[in-house]
């Protein structure tokens, strides 16, 4: 990583606030060169606090914009951080609205040329598409970094028409307290603890409504892009990892979008930005890649963007199985379709008599992190525990073998059941037995005509199943052997269905894996700079005299047949900023499951989150609690928020609730 202090431009920067239609103030930094002329706006516009939670990620990419030539904008959505107003759903049309109001406002003001680009990661990536279909006028240009088109099948609540409970509770639990922090003091003033307990009147857990919407409906559709690539259009460059949940966008927005308005590049990076140099790398030149693009669109400078092949994609060595890595070897292709005419249907023919496949319900517990930020305990281990608790079927590598698309699977099926679930993961067995994770995907069996409806199997009945897995770039070798491993159960990632221990039969006659095969070529012509970012904003994480907990501890009750997962989702930790604020965040998220039991499911995630300015006496703690239950016919919800200033309880509520399993 190089840390760039030269730039064209000197820079300043200034808070500001964006007034709305409605009066509402949104809260605002502004990076700008310091020139005479005017230049181009470009904007991150996520929730996620401005001012202390994304401040450091920030200040890398924020002012080394500023010094090549743009206003660079980081915006926090209504009811968050230091903005006015109440929180809203997960990309509300009031959030949209909002956004596009914040485009026509930055395009006006004197110091910007009247042309805007959005970016962002996740929630800003999300966002940035979804107001592109609004099609505001200034906005010319986005860069979308691991971010989904499809929020019903591609996002954290729901794969293959199953509830992803490792997510759905995940992350309803962590915006439970992310929404739940209050303004800060220093930026908003005496205010700020009753905008906080306005806010917190307003709150709703999120599981609540994502819960309710167990198949795709019109909730679902709002903010999925996918539904009409054509409203976008602003020029998109579509950014993804391999290790990434959403990287399918990817490939979905160069396959709709016009070719002379967009181009993907996906690496074998996990949910983050390229240049980070968090595993797995290699990081790349990001911050120049993306002005390459910011220069084509916003500044009209041909910079030799739109000749690079459509997709550029990184197809991975085969590795031995580990939850980390530095760097995974491989090589960049490039693809001037999508789909590839370097790209073939290869099936594969799955043998032997029928097999009744009865995993027990904790297989998935070797999954690893639903969403990888580069963390030590990310991604799957060995897999051959999980491989044993799944019916296995084995195909020699006689020459290298490149995968790069989605592979697919049809199944021939029998359930004496009602509901169910498929999963198929794809491994890369070496010649010692050791079993790498190499992609994955989920079918319910109520889903198998499409995920907008819910339709029970017939007990007894047999048909044919087919489901994608999730893109991938991996180069199998002579000598391994490519394993499909299918399973009826995937704890915690899916929730499982009532009566699914009974597993189902699956006849390996009429029965195959489709992988997508790439002619072995390099593209030498693709290359990048080394990564680079600006200087750091010097926020520090002091030394804590707690014993760390380990990120993911499996522990199994041998007598009761239990397993517990414990996970720590260490997302910011505890850090002091320059302006004197203390930040201390905790969680704890824990999957238990009997393994003979779907019902005995549940989840519970707690969270603890304190703001200190030892100058102002200001001390504040939010802690929040949320578990999920279930039984035969519905998902019970508990959520509590607890709320403290200077020690003093100010708001304590808990939500209740019982929501039917209607497809889930």
């Known amino acids: 990583m190089r840390i760039r202090t030269s730039f064209p431009h000197e820079t300043t920067h200034d808070d500001v606030r964006i007034p709305l239609p409605d009066g509402t103030l949104l809260y605002a930094r502004v990076w700008r060169p310091l020139t005479q002329e005017p230049v181009p706006a470009i904007l991150e516009y996520l929730p996620h606090r401005l001012t202390d939670w994304t401040a450091p990620r920030d200040w ?4 080394w914009y500023a010094g090549h030539g743009y206003a660079s904008v980081r915006v926090d959505v209504r009811g968050h951080g230091n903005s006015e107003g109440l929180p809203g759903d997960v990309y509300a049309a009031t959030e949209l609205a909002d956004g596009v109001e914040v485009v026509d406002w930055l ?10 680009g959005m970016f962002g990661i996740d929630w800003g990536g999300c966002n940035s598409l979804q107001i592109a279909a609004l099609a505001p006028e200034p906005l010319k240009a986005v860069v979308t970094v691991c971010s989904t088109d499809d929020r019903y099948d591609n996002d954290a609540h729901y ?8 997510d759905m509770h995940a992350w309803a639990a962590t915006m439970l307290a992310f929404v739940s922090r209050p303004p800060d003091p220093l930026h908003v003033g005496d205010a700020w603890r009753d905008r906080w307990l306005e806010r917190l009147d307003a709150v709703e857990p999120f599981v609540h409504t994502w819960l309710g919407h167990q198949t795709r409906d019109d909730y679902w559709r709002h903010g999925s892009v996918r539904e009409d690539h054509g409203a976008i259009g602003a020029a998109v460059l579509a950014v993804g990892g391999w290790h990434d949940p959403y990287r399918d966008t990817v490939l979905r927005l ?12 996906i690496g074998p990076w996990s949910h983050q930005y390229p240049d980070r140099g968090l595993p797995p790398g290699p990081a790349i030149g990001f911050l120049q890649e993306t002005l390459r693009w910011w220069d084509q669109h916003l500044k009209g400078v041909d910079t030799g963007v739109m000749r690079e092949p459509l997709l550029r994609a990184y197809v991975s060595d085969s590795h031995p199985p580990a939850t980390a890595y530095a760097t995974l070897p491989g090589r960049w292709v490039g693809e001037p379709a999508w789909p590839s005419p370097h790209v073939t249907t290869v099936s594969y023919g799955l043998q032997g008599a029928p097999v009744l496949v009865r995993s027990p319900q904790h297989t998935g517990v070797d999954a690893g992190r639903f969403l990888p930020v580069g963390n030590d305990a990310d991604l799957p281990p060995d897999q051959r525990e999980e ?3 799944s019916a296995c079927f084995e195909f020699a590598v006689g020459e290298e073998t490149w995968v790069l698309g989605r592979p697919r699977v ?5 359930s004496e059941v009602s509901r169910g679930q498929v999963v198929a993961r794809l491994c890369d067995v070496a010649p010692d037995g050791s079993s790498t994770l190499v992609t994955r995907g989920v079918l319910n069996l109520s889903a198998r005509h499409g995920r907008d409806r819910a339709v029970p199997w017939e007990p007894g009945a047999t048909q044919e199943v087919a489901f994608e897995l999730n893109g991938i770039g991996h180069a199998f070798p002579p000598g391994h052997r490519i394993r499909l491993a299918v399973s009826s159960a995937y704890w915690p990632w ?7 221990q009974a597993g189902f039969t699956l006849e390996p006659a009429g029965s195959f894996l489709e992988l997508p095969v790439r002619a072995r070529e390099v593209n030498s012509a693709i290359a990048f700079e080394e990564a680079e970012q600006s200087g750091p904003l010097g926020a520090n994480s002091p030394a804590t005299l707690d014993e760390p907990r380990p990120e993911r501890l499996v522990v199994r009750d041998v007598a009761k047949g239990e397993w517990r997962l414990e996970v720590g989702p260490r997302h910011g930790g505890t850090r002091a900023y320059p302006d004197g604020l203390e930040f201390t965040e905790d969680a704890r998220d824990t999957y238990t499951i009997d393994e003979q039991d779907p019902l005995s499911a549940r989840t519970r995630s707690d969270w603890s989150i304190r703001l200190h300015r030892p100058e102002l006496a200001w001390d504040v703690t939010v802690r929040t609690r949320s578990e999920i239950t279930c039984d035969g016919t519905d998902f019970l919800t508990s959520d509590e928020v607890v709320c403290t200033d200077g020690g003093e309880v100010v708001f304590h509520r808990t939500w209740e609730k019982r929501i039917p399993r209607t497809a889930g």
Request: proline share 10%; hydrophobic share 35%.
């Open 107 to 116: 395009a006006a003001q004197p110091w910007c040329d009247g042309r805007v």
């Open 159 to 166: 794969r293959g028409g199953s509830v992803l409970a490792v």
């Open 494 to 500: 899916i929730w499982p269905q009532p009566g699914s």
């Open 387 to 389: 491989d044993a608790r």
């Open 254 to 265: 160069v396959e709709h979008l016009p070719a002379d308005r967009v181009r993907g590049l």
């Open 60 to 63: 890398q990419r924020h002012p």
């Open 410 to 414: 049809r199944l021939r099926v029998t």
